[in-house]
């Protein structure tokens, strides 16, 4: 088996070895991934922290021996939360910009450096290590920063990010791992029976006609959600979905609601 570890702010991942094919995710700087598949232009590859699988193209593979990504998956990772980071090689020419819920493996707080494979870096910007204390006000304070940016199918990022995409890194950046796609993410957790009970951070789901989960969205205060949809937004939410404050009318119908945070903080 064959490893690699993301030395680029964002890797878009294809459904199909094709430039013209849709991007189903993305993985984001210091994000670890076996390479299963080969061909001459793409590699397939399955993403350590959500086993998504998907095609890169091979000029944006760092590829990095089994130790080093062993060692890069057992340890406690340092996440990024501000929306734009800069980083610096410690040998290479310029900066450059990683996005929110990047990976910092083999970090140094002392010296703001961290390691991906020989390569050194320093960085300038907020880091966090897995919270254990006001978890729920660290995920909702992480959300509001994403506030306005642009939905993007298969997004990950404030440049560009899809609903289960923003889900899916808030929690990172507070230590969970949760599933890619809203579908997954809606057999976490406990069922939370009505919107009076949700708690900042737990996740609201919303089905289409034929009953499939094909939108999430993460709750704030009482009846306030934060989700991605044309833009990230806050709406007014109740038993029956999501009311777009713009236009006036509901906009997503209610599925149900799950708490993945335990406890009240």
């Not at 990504?69 to 406690?76: A, D, E, I, R, T």
């Not at 870096?121 to 919270?131: H, M, W």
């Amino acid at each position: 088996m064959r490893y690699g570890i993301s030395n680029l702010s964002i890797v878009p991942v294809r459904t199909d070895p094709s430039e013209t094919s849709e991007m189903c995710t993305q993985i984001l700087f210091g994000e670890h991934y076996s390479i299963t598949e080969e061909n001459k232009k793409w590699c397939k590859v399955k993403l350590d922290f959500d086993h998504y699988e998907g095609w890169i193209d091979l000029k944006m593979v760092n590829e990095v021996d089994e130790k080093t990504y062993l060692q890069s998956v057992q340890q406690q990772l340092a996440i990024t939360t501000n929306p734009f980071n800069i980083v610096q090689p410690e040998k290479g020419y310029g900066s450059f910009l990683v996005v929110a819920g990047s990976s910092l493996p083999f970090y140094k707080s002392a010296s703001n450096s961290f390691r991906i494979g020989s390569e050194t870096y320093t960085i300038q910007g907020d880091k966090i290590l897995p919270v254990k204390k006001n978890v729920r006000n660290v995920l909702i304070e992480n959300a509001l920063k994403y506030f306005n940016s642009p939905y993007l199918w298969g997004g990950r990022s404030p440049f560009g990010v899809d609903c289960s995409g923003l889900s899916q890194i808030l929690y990172k950046m507070i230590g969970l791992q949760i599933p890619r796609d809203a579908g997954q993410q809606a057999l976490m957790g406990e069922n939370i029976t009505f919107v009076e009970e949700a708690q900042p951070g737990d996740l609201a789901f919303f089905d289409n006609e034929d009953g499939k989960i094909v939108h999430v969205g993460i709750i704030w205060e009482k009846n306030k959600i934060i989700h991605a949809s044309g833009k990230v937004r806050i709406d007014n939410i109740d038993h029956f979905g999501i009311f777009n404050i713009d236009t006036g009318r509901y906009s997503h119908q209610m599925r149900l609601m799950r708490r993945i945070i335990q406890g009240n903080d």
